[in-house]
């Protein structure tokens, strides 16, 4: 496949410090990276952080493992870390086959610190927040992101507040937000609800906001694709044809787009070896696979959002505006799936011994849907994203899995039970 992928400018404009600066994607406008506090450019639009010397993989080389690994590619030397990153790039032999890819590897990001890939982008974004001198961290959550938050905070001695939809959100990601000291208020809303109102906060200066609207947040998530690239070619000797993952504001898709686009800049990856952004979400929460498919320049707000991949219960994809483009300039595509056959694609992961919360279960759901499609060619080698751990959402586990059976307090009634002799 030959693509052309939009690489940011390089030439360093005279508000960068140290060779980062931010920039307005739609506008290229320029901005110092932490003389002020900036979420979007003057027209709210997204911004991204630019770098003056994009990074190549030797520069990537003796610097241990983890989100920090990359260095080189982030905007500090070392952040908030408790550490994170470098997880298992798991093989599933048995899904391979079944789906029937020529490879099939499961990056379980769960297997981070908080059991979410959001703790890569809150170690660079609680660094930044130390930067500014901020000390209320704020979030809109389905709930992962709260729990990241709450920790990453506690790590930096910072105050944090969270919002969340009001009985949308799974027991174990509340459970860490609360025991991490967040301040947690429930609100009547959806996720969106609670975003535009944590945005009207950081409007007025009350807290700092680590959505992924935050640019710098996207700059730890973009660590994700240079491990996959990294170990992917260590075990093959070459990259992955595409890379799966479940999309609620399409953070992680912008940022896997981002680290592919910087190592297309610096020369270290050429355009044809860019792995095809696959997205995938829910049935009743897909305004992003709506956009794809009519070739919308934006996704539309759905206001009814429904699916039991609760971490993807979101209506209005904040970073549409970079995510639609990575996924069209990487040959990608996005797919929704229903609740069915997420929970199905949950109990497949489990009996590889992969435990997914629903929402990152929806990769695999998705994979397996453009593989009966014909949209994924046999002789693939594919990368299924999993975002959180099966312990965030107990009781969608429960649900999927089989169910305890009492017994009395009595050896020969256990083996009546299981049918021994
Ligand atoms: N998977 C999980 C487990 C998530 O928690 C999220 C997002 C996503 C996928 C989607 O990632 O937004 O980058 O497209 N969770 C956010 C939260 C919204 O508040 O925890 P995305």
Known sequence: MSLELTAPTPDAPEVAEDGVWLADIETGETYAPFDEIRYTGE??????????????????????????????????????????????????????EEIGVETLRVKHE??????????????????????????????????????????????????????????????????????????????????????????????????????????????????????????????????????????????NTSALYKAFRELVQSGALDPSEVPMLTGVQAEGAAPMVEAIENGWEDTKRWDHVETRATAIRIGNPVNAPK????????????????DDAITEAQRDLAREGIGVE?????????????????????????VCLTTGHLLKDPDAAFEAGGKPEPVANDTQAVLDLIGAN
């Not at 993952?245 to 953070?251: E, F, I, K, R, T």
């Not at 995510?323 to 229903?338: D, E, H, K, N, Y």
């Open 323 to 338: 995510a639609l483009p990575g996924i069209r300039q990487t040959g990608g595509t996005a797919v929704a799936v229903s």
């Open 43 to 96: 027209d709210g639009n997204l911004l991204e952080v630019r770098y003056a010397d994009p990074p190549t993989f030797e520069d990537f080389q003796g610097q241990g493992r983890g989100v920090w690994r990359y260095r080189a590619a982030l905007p500090f030397e070392e952040g908030v870390s408790l550490p994170e990153g470098d997880t298992p790039l798991h093989e599933a032999p048995r899904l391979r």
């Open 110 to 251: 769960g297997m981070n610190p908080t059991g979410s890939f959001k703790d890569r982008g809150m170690t660079v974004g609680v660094r930044v927040a130390k930067e500014l001198g901020v000390d209320r961290l704020a979030c809109a959550s389905t709930g992962n992101t709260s729990a990241a938050l709450a920790a990453y905070g506690a790590r930096g001695g910072m105050e944090t507040l969270v919002l969340l939809p009001s009985g949308k959100v799974a027991a174990g990601k509340i459970a860490q937000a609360a025991l991490h000291d967040a301040r947690i208020l429930e609100v009547d809303g959806n996720f969106d609800a609670c975003l535009d109102i944590v945005q009207d906060l950081a409007k007025l200066g009350e807290v700092y906001l680590l959505n992924s609207l935050n640019p710098f947040r996207l700059e730890g998530q973009k660590t994700i694709g240079l491990e996959i690239l990294e170990e992917f070619r260590d075990d093959y000797g070459r990259f992955p044809d595409r890379i799966v993952l479940p999309v609620g504001n399409a953070g």
């Open 358 to 382: 629903p929402a990152s279960a929806a990769s695999v759901a998705g994979l397996k849907k453009l593989r009966d499609k014909g949209v994924v060619d046999a002789d693939e080698d594919v």
